[in-house]
């Protein structure tokens, strides 16, 4: 079973400093790697995809993944009060069925 | 860039009643669709993959009956809770892919929060 780990927060972090997020998951076999953010009461929008092992960086946003270690996370650079959502980390296993498996999410709260 | 029209976004109805949330890709032809619900601060849970012209295929624990998804088209995905109970209040999202090289998991509809009084 594809299992999704986050932890589910809150992260508090100033305005101006670094938010790091981070996923662990079980299924050594997946293959792409996605990282969401949802406001209350909104669907998730993708911020972030990754695919290879390394980081991956677009504007303030920053991913790393490590398929030996199963880890991947995301990096906020000058984190903005915008920036206050829940975060969720999804991974394509390869299957055909192309379904997503999300994790829990992390509160993130970025305080003026 | 792709988009993806979730109707309605919200809706309150009488227990017993049946709802239908429409969810329609407005620039690329949908072969995949997926509807997930989110209870309160929980995560999105995969309640059924739909391919075009083809039966839905319901993850376990949902019921098939209860919850009646249509993919007759290429565009249209409709889920239709039926009698619903306040159980079913909740925020139902649906996801597009579309064929081969386009992004997976980037096309979600706006959601719909349903409320079963």
């Known amino acids: 079973q594809k299992e999704v780990e986050q932890n589910s927060g809150p992260l508090s972090v100033p305005e101006g400093a670094i938010a790091s997020l981070n996923c662990t998951y079980s299924d050594r076999g997946s293959q792409s790697f996605f990282w969401y953010r949802q406001y209350s009461g909104k669907s998730p929008e993708l911020i972030m995809s990754?695919?290879?092992?390394g980081d991956k960086e677009d504007g303030r946003f920053t991913a790393q993944l490590n398929k030996a270690s199963q880890y991947v996370s995301l990096l906020i650079r000058d984190s903005q009060p915008s920036d206050s959502a829940t975060y969720l980390c999804a991974l394509y296993s390869g299957a055909g069925s192309y379904q997503l498996t999300f994790g829990k999410g992390t509160k993130l709260s970025v305080i003026p | 860039g792709a988009v993806v029209s979730q109707h309605p976004s919200r809706v309150i109805c009488k227990s017993g009643t049946s709802v239908k949330i429409e969810c329609r890709s407005l620039d690329f032809q949908a072969t995949t669709m997926f509807w997930y619900r989110q209870f309160p601060k929980k995560s999105l849970m995969l309640m059924a993959t739909s391919n075009e012209g083809s039966k839905a295929t319901y993850e376990q624990g949902v019921e098939k009956d209860k919850f009646l998804i249509n993919h007759a088209s290429l565009t249209l995905s409709t889920l239709t809770v039926t009698s619903a109970h306040p159980e079913d209040s909740s925020f139902y999202i649906c996801?597009?892919?579309?064929?081969?090289?386009?992004?997976?998991?980037?096309?979600f509809g706006q959601g719909t929060r349903l409320t079963v009084v």
């Open positions: 996801s597009a892919r579309g064929p081969g090289g386009y992004v997976i998991g980037a096309f």
């Open positions: 990754i695919y290879s092992n």
